[in-house]
């Protein structure tokens, strides 16, 4: 997952990210973080799943 994670870094800035959370046998969940830009006046907020 480096190599996605790398890519997805290069598209959204180093302030991005990429988190994995696996429970074996249970699940694995994927979340990417993409900050909202400087000079952004949205305050939107992230809805979990």
Not at 15 to 42: G, W, Y
């Amino acid at each position: 997952m480096q190599i996605v994670d790398k890519r997805l870094r290069n598209q959204f800035g180093r302030d991005s990210a990429l988190k994995i959370e696996v429970e074996t046998q249970q699940h694995t969940r994927m979340s990417f973080i993409i900050p909202a830009p400087a000079n952004s006046d949205d305050k939107r907020t992230a809805i979990a799943s």
